[in-house]
């Protein structure tokens, strides 16, 4: 089945040290979302990828980068997690063109920051 | 920007009862409505969908009623089933500039079996 897939489900780092989540996608949908959601929030955006072309969200901390090599893959990098950095984090995909605007979301990554 | 609120916080129904759950939107030009269900340690879920252009759209238990004019849209389901318990974020979107979807704080639905 077509879905977002997201590795690992669950990762632990250490304070200041650095983690990719990885997301990938066989929907060949050309837009990718990061969004961090915390205990009983609704999820924040934190930047999105429209093809190729990089959309930061204005309050997204310089710690929080992202990678997108092709259509199929998409990284965040979390340079220096901090323990205000432990959530889920969400990724999903849109197809956007005439008539289609569903997002759909992967399990999600649930990070801890010892 | 668009900002969404969405109404009560929890909700504890009795099975087969119906649970109602709304949302009112700020931005004129949003014109897409999705109802995601988020299950405890899952990815959001879409379960239901309005444009702009209608009125209300119903898919077997669940109905979602859109009014532009008033600026607030609603999830109803009917014959509820403890199955049905879980996070219910509503969430609105314009389909022109960022796309991106602004999500309500979330509804925590209880279905007492």
């Not at chain 1, 710690?63 to 199929?72: K, L, M, Y």
């Not at chain 1, 998409?74 to 005439?98: E, H, K, N, Q, W």
Request: charged share 20%.
């Amino acid at each position: 089945d077509a879905m977002v897939i997201q590795n690992p489900r669950y990762q632990v780092t250490q304070f200041g040290k650095p983690v990719t989540l990885s997301c990938s996608q066989t929907l060949n949908h050309n837009v990718m979302y990061w969004y961090q959601q915390k205990s009983s929030q609704a999820p924040k955006l934190l930047f999105h990828y429209y093809d190729k072309d990089f959309n930061n969200e204005a309050d997204t901390p310089d710690n929080f980068q992202s990678r997108r090599p092709n259509t199929s893959f998409c990284f965040l990098d979390i340079r220096s997690p901090g323990l205000g950095d432990a959530a889920m984090y969400l990724c999903a995909t849109s197809i956007i063109g005439v008539g289609y605007n569903e997002q759909f979301f992967g399990p999600g990554t649930r990070l801890t920051v010892l | 920007g668009e900002n969404v609120e969405q109404h009560p916080s929890t909700l504890s129904v009795q099975e087969g009862d119906s649970a109602v759950i709304k949302c009112t939107y700020s931005d004129s030009a949003s014109n897409y409505f999705p109802w995601y269900k988020q299950e405890l340690g899952k990815g959001p879920q879409l379960i239901i969908d309005i444009r702009s252009n209608v009125g209300e759209k119903k898919d077997q238990r669940i109905a979602v009623t859109l009014n532009k004019t008033a600026k607030h849209f609603s999830l109803h389901i009917t014959e509820t089933q403890p199955e049905d318990s879980a996070v219910y974020f509503c969430a609105a979107r314009m389909d022109t500039g960022r796309r991106a979807l602004t999500f309500g704080s979330g509804t925590r639905l209880q279905v007492q079996p």
